[in-house]
């Protein structure tokens, strides 16, 4: 497993140079790689077709969809991801982008938060059962909300 604090450390500072940070959206993200891969995987090639990508195991095309449609194209957010993660995605490959997407933790959390913003999630409250049920709408309609507040809380230490 990653260290628990780095993540913290890197989601919350990644947030703030993308100028988005709310303590909500640091956990909401946290959470996301928490339930995706446990904090243990950067990728998952079992499918070949639809690889998960980063510690989100984000679905391929998912990631393609928001790195093009949301991030490449919108100078104004395509400079937030640089800015805050180092990765250019005017001048790079989709291909190089979807590596740096296994590689770059950075660049992971503002991918997430990019797409959470794409589906316009707002987290209204602060508290980890509002977090939690933002995750399972958006990302994971499986997950049970008590596992995660149980998950996250023992892992960050809440």
């Given at each position: 497993?990653?260290?628990a604090?780095?993540?913290?450390?890197?989601?919350?500072?990644?947030?703030k140079?993308?100028?988005i940070y709310?303590?909500s959206l640091?956990?909401l993200i946290?959470?996301?790689f928490?339930?995706?891969?446990n904090?243990?995987n950067?990728?998952n090639?079992?499918?070949?077709y639809?690889?998960?990508?980063g510690?989100?195991l984000?679905?391929n095309?998912?990631?393609v969809e928001t790195i093009n449609?949301y991030i490449?194209y919108?100078?104004?957010?395509?400079?937030?991801?640089s800015?805050?993660?180092g990765v250019d995605l005017k001048n790079?490959?989709?291909?190089d982008?979807?590596?740096?997407?296994?590689?770059?933790i950075?660049?992971?959390?503002?991918?997430t938060a990019?797409?959470y913003s794409?589906?316009?999630?707002?987290?209204?409250?602060d508290?980890?059962?509002?977090?939690a049920?933002a995750?399972?709408?958006?990302?994971n309609?499986?997950v049970?909300?008590a596992?995660?507040?149980e998950?996250?809380?023992?892992t960050?230490?809440v």
């Amino acid at each position: 497993m990653l260290n628990a604090k780095q993540i913290s450390y890197t989601t919350r500072n990644t947030l703030k140079r993308m100028g988005i940070y709310e303590p909500s959206l640091e956990k909401l993200i946290k959470g996301t790689f928490l339930m995706q891969s446990n904090l243990e995987n950067l990728y998952n090639d079992d499918d070949e077709y639809n690889r998960l990508r980063g510690l989100m195991l984000m679905p391929n095309d998912d990631a393609v969809e928001t790195i093009n449609e949301y991030i490449r194209y919108r100078p104004e957010d395509r400079k937030k991801v640089s800015d805050a993660s180092g990765v250019d995605l005017k001048n790079i490959s989709l291909e190089d982008a979807l590596t740096l997407l296994e590689t770059n933790i950075a660049f992971m959390v503002a991918v997430t938060a990019m797409f959470y913003s794409s589906n316009f999630i707002k987290v209204p409250d602060d508290n980890l059962e509002s977090i939690a049920s933002a995750y399972k709408a958006y990302f994971n309609e499986d997950v049970n909300v008590a596992v995660f507040i149980e998950k996250y809380t023992k892992t960050f230490r809440v």
